[in-house]
């Protein structure tokens, strides 16, 4: 299935403030600064980037679903849904 606009607007803004605090970590490991701070930021950009996967796949299982009500054949299976879900955990 390709991505579409449509699916992925709100998990790529997540992915975009993700990238800016993953900046913001590697400068304050280069500039020798508080590990509290660093570790603090970086658990959020895991937190972004895991919310990120779930939106996509959420989007993925609903478009499939649509496909299904309109009497089509979805692009991915449950069971490949399900397993991408899976491969976040």
Known sequence: MNLRPEMTSEALTRLKRARGQLNAVIEMMENDQDCREALTQLAAVS????RAGYKIIASGVRYC???RERGEVPEMSEEELEKLFLALA
């Open 47 to 50: 937190k972004a980037i895991d």
């Open 65 to 67: 679903e649509a496909a």
